[in-house]
């Protein structure tokens, strides 16, 4: 994947959009990390210019006000499909979601997902599995009470994903994917253990 104008013009996207998002965790990390370190997963396993924008914005309708529009106007039809694909359902005052309603919706989602989206999805459970056994390995409680939904909705949520990407998904980025899951798996386990103390 070579830069580009576009991808000059996502990465500046990514970053305002972003600007005033934080990892969740004890050290503030700006939200754009995320959003790279998700774009370079992709690369490693992707040459499409259109993958590594989605992978930069695939927050953006989820987690920002930018508009379906604006991003089709911005980055074209195949972007926005891309991010869509891998975006919760927002809530609204007339709808609003539970956490598991948007977990089951993002899965439901992958189902018929791009390749593209399928490869985003990847990476980014990739990167925020690996972040966040790195940043609650010996802090079990911090983990409960910092993300939403039982161990079991946790692990359950993971599991299809996994599973999607196994049956769809034809790219190396799988093989990758199930260790971090492997990985993830593990310290959920040793967090249920150390809840039970």
Do not use: C
């Not at 305002?16 to 754009?32: E, F, M, W």
């Not at 709808?95 to 989602?109: D, L």
């Not at 459970?125 to 690996?130: G, Q, S």
């Not at 980025?173 to 971090?180: D, L, P, R, Y």
């Amino acid at each position: 994947m070579l830069y580009s104008y576009r991808v000059e013009q996502a990465i500046r996207a990514a970053t305002i959009l972003h600007r005033d998002q934080v990892r969740k965790g004890v050290v503030p990390i700006p939200y754009s990390t995320h959003l790279i370190a998700v774009a370079l997963i992709v690369a490693d396993y992707s040459k499409s210019e259109d993958a590594f924008i989605g992978a930069l914005l695939h927050d953006t309708l989820e987690d920002t006000d930018y508009t379906e529009d604006e991003l089709r106007q911005d980055f074209g039809d195949k972007v926005l499909s891309i991010v869509k694909a891998v975006s919760e359902p927002r809530d609204t005052e007339e709808e609003p979601h539970t956490w598991q309603e948007r977990k089951k919706a993002y899965a439901k989602q992958l189902k018929t997902a791009p390749e593209e989206a399928l490869l985003i999805a990847a990476a980014d459970k990739i990167h925020n599995m690996r972040t966040t056994v790195e940043e609650y390995f010996t802090d079990h409680k911090r983990f409960m009470k910092d993300f939403g939904g039982s161990i079991e909705e946790r692990a359950l949520m993971y599991q299809d994903i996994s599973n999607t990407l196994n049956n769809r998904l034809q790219n190396d980025i799988v093989g990758e994917f199930n260790h971090v899951y492997t990985e993830y798996k593990n310290f959920i386990l040793d967090v249920e253990k150390s809840l039970k103390k």
